[in-house]
């Protein structure tokens, strides 16, 4: 950090972090900055800002995603790309997605300083992107990273819609942020620095990871569909009570989960929609999004055939009708060897052990890797601050790399 | 029916009431006309139209209950009250109250138009009500009435809000019935019609009953507070979910009214609010509104002990807390007998054979009980049409008794 503020950038990255923290502030150290939202706008343009101060060249696609690069070695090199998010869930962390990209910021931007200070030549340019619509709170998730690699095509990204019928290119057209640009060429490589969101590293006391697994997630949105009948005299057996289903499902994955060996599998029902929700209408509609994660491809078949077993006996036992609304499948995967192997490197030439662990969560580098190497580097989730300058010199170095 | 036409109502009551039902039509059949919508008001705007037209005397109180007087016997003549109610759940049925107000309505003025016929004294008043907000789909249920025979203060009735924190006050003068009229004094008799809503009729294959009784109802908000965290990277077991606690709970009840003796208990979870509702976002928070009903009141306390044992069980295993954030009990009780036995009487008059049955559902009429002798009438609710001129007729020397 020293060296950053050597040449006299107004705010250091420990200010600029807890600047950015207060926006969306939910009071608690939480930030609700759910993509599309003022305080996303908000969060976007003091990104920008950061980025023209800090003599990036911004540019805005039309998904929505924010690149800052920095030309050091000419239009054709290559590009060295870093960054992350910075929407959030309603109630999120101040932490997750946004460290990512302010680290992002500082790194690229000491790279360029210290190779001016030592007068050498590039051999790569520099570029921080902040994805849109990482977490999925309002919107599917991943999108902005998911139509930057071809995953999703643009219009279809666009017209989304959230549970209010707003599509995200109205939202992203409500603060401002529908490009018009081009985005960047497909960098050589990608590298995400990310809170770990989990505890392997904390429970391993080490304080720098490298991501070098994903877990697969199965997504399900599991309709039931009944009818609607007064809760007082409607007899018992006579209900077609589709709350009453999707609670069995949500019972039922929950046993799953337990029952599960400790780090194979994780299921969870955490977005339940009721029709009408009324107090004394029997609901004729309950929607769950349901998902099963693990590393195991084989457990998440077997759990999701186990899923759709208890879906068709709740909806027999609460005489409803239920069907798969959404179904979306991210199978399980590996970083780049060479990167991770980079990573771990770099680390102990500036006297850190970087351990490898799993990612449980996705992040925009997992769609990333379809498209160059890719490599994520992990810092343990406390309740403080979990980010050191220690593991700040390692990113610098090997973005150097 | 031919009686009212002859002294020339541009509309009859089957014309009326079909009228009326499409008034906030959900074009099922149903209708949407929830407390304070403009549907709400629309409807209410018609029914004071057909009162004027009709001859009464229009009042609204400052809860925004209806009043159509007919002053027949003079200022210091008892009232003979009748009417139900015009606020409907989000997919109601178009019966469900509407049809008590708008025959009603046609009874009051028939027997008026007979005594006059006849030149006949009237030793009572006639009077028509609509009491403000009967279903609670967005308020407190039977608030209107509440209000009028004291069991609520109006003060508290005007500052209960709906979930969006919208006062009833703020609903009611949204569409111009925050009345400032004094309410009608009690009256002398309070009869109801109502659809049954139940199915006791229909099995019995009779065509008119008469509630004698009605069941209790215990209904409970219970609330289950946990902790946010990522659905991905948290451990089953680190997990504070309150939906799955809620979940447990709404199985539990449901197994309790399912094991229960027919016709002596029902269950119900019919409305839950999660927060945040993401689906990644483990529930820190979710609200389970209750329902227990019974015809005994033991029957209520032993499943209103079962319910909390459940939620003490569910809020353990989910690692969560849980508290009751609403206990409203409603004992069981029996209308006027003296009344019932008329009605049984004049149906026999009429060439009917009325029953006596039990109401599961809440009622103006039962909080009526409070303040004067109240009987019910009922006709069975059937898909189609399930009023028939012969139980009107039944209705109107009702009235006149």
């Not at 992107?129 to 709170?137: D, L, R, S, T």
């Not at 930057?148 to 409500?174: N, V």
């Not at 050589?188 to 989990?198: D, Q």
């Not at 599998?265 to 099963?292: M, Q, W, Y």
Request: with cysteine.
């Amino acid at each position: 950090m020293r060296k950053v503020d050597a040449v006299g950038y107004a705010e250091t990255f420990l200010d600029r972090f807890a600047h950015f923290s207060r926006i969306g502030s939910t009071g608690d150290g939480g930030v609700d900055r759910v993509e599309g939202s003022q305080a996303n706008g908000e969060a976007r343009r003091q990104l920008v800002r950061w980025m023209k101060e800090l003599g990036f060249n911004v540019s805005v696609d039309e998904i929505g995603n924010i690149f800052g690069l920095l030309n050091l070695a000419g239009e054709s090199a290559p590009l060295v790309l870093t960054g992350s998010h910075i929407d959030s869930q309603p109630r999120g962390g101040c932490f997750d997605g946004a460290y990512g990209v302010i680290a992002g910021l500082d790194a690229a931007a000491a790279v360029r300083d210290r190779l001016a200070k030592q007068s050498k030549a590039s051999s790569a340019n520099l570029g921080v992107v902040a994805w849109m619509g990482e977490e999925g709170a309002r919107f599917r998730p991943l999108m902005g990273s998911r139509v930057y690699t071809g995953a999703r095509t643009l219009q279809s990204a666009l017209d989304g819609k959230d549970m209010q019928g707003i599509s995200a290119r109205e939202a992203l057209a409500g603060i401002g942020f529908l490009g018009t640009d081009t985005a960047p060429k497909l960098p050589v490589a990608y590298v995400e620095l990310h809170v770990e969101c989990g505890s392997q590293l904390e429970v391993r006391k080490k304080s720098l990871g490298v991501f070098t697994r994903w877990w697969g997630a199965h997504k399900v949105d599991l309709t039931f569909e009944g009818k609607t009948a007064h809760t007082g005299p409607t007899p018992m057996r006579a209900r077609q009570d589709a709350l009453y289903a999707a609670a069995q499902v949500i019972v039922a994955m929950r046993a799953l989960g337990d029952s599960a060996e400790i780090g194979s599998l994780h299921t969870s029902v955490a977005k339940l929609e009721v029709v009408p929700n009324s107090p004394n209408v029997v609901p004729c509609g309950a929607t769950a999004c349901v998902e099963l994660r693990s590393l195991d491809p084989e457990v998440i078949k077997r759990s999701y055939d186990h899923l759709l077993a208890c879906a068709s006996f709740a909806a027999t036992t609460a005489r409803v009708k239920y069907a798969i609304a959404r179904d979306d499948l991210r199978e399980p995967g590996k970083f780049h060897e060479g990167l991770s192997q980079l990573a771990f490197e770099v680390a102990k030439c500036n006297g850190e052990e970087a351990v490898a662990v799993d990612t449980l969560g996705g992040h925009d580098a997992i769609m990333m890797t379809a498209v160059c190497p890719t490599v994520m580097l992990t810092v343990p989730s406390r309740a403080g601050l979990c980010h050191h300058p220690d593991e700040w010199t390692s990113q610098e170095d090997l973005e150097r790399g």
